[in-house]
């Protein structure tokens, strides 16, 4: 089991950048597949990226691709989401998840695991 602590989220103007933490409890951080996802008011829960086991695969959805960037360190228990060029659009709660899987994923009913969100807003 493990546990998933997300932080960074906060106001940003438009064409700025975040960078998203998520923290993860265990001994066993590199036997699972980590994803970030996001929820805008009114809205469904969307995958955003997800990041392999050894950080060797990552996958992006792609309203976020050139602009948002996914990273792992295992020896810190740690998956980083880097977002640029923020648009009013990526408002939401965005959260880190987590599932012992051997390949990526993006859908969101396969992770088990999930933090309790950040809240990323994007305005003037």
């Known amino acids: 089991q493990v546990q998933l602590v997300e932080s960074g989220g906060g106001l940003v103007q438009p064409g700025g950048s975040l960078r998203l933490s998520c923290a993860a409890s265990?001994?066993?951080?590199?036997?699972?597949?980590m994803g970030w996802f996001r929820q805008a008011p009114g809205k469904e829960r969307e995958f955003v990226t997800a990041i392999s086991r050894s950080a060797d695969t990552t996958y992006y959805a792609d309203s976020v691709k050139g602009r948002f960037t996914v990273s792992r360190d295992n020896a810190k228990n740690m998956v980083y989401l880097q977002m640029n060029s923020l648009k009013p659009e990526d408002t939401a709660i965005y959260y880190c998840?987590?599932?012992?899987?051997?390949?990526?994923?993006?859908?969101?009913?396969?992770?088990?695991?999930w933090g309790q969100g950040t809240q990323v807003t994007v305005s003037s």
């Open positions: 998840a987590a599932d012992r899987s051997t390949t990526i994923f993006s859908t969101k009913a396969r992770y088990a695991y």
């Open positions: 265990g001994r066993t951080f590199s036997n699972y597949v």
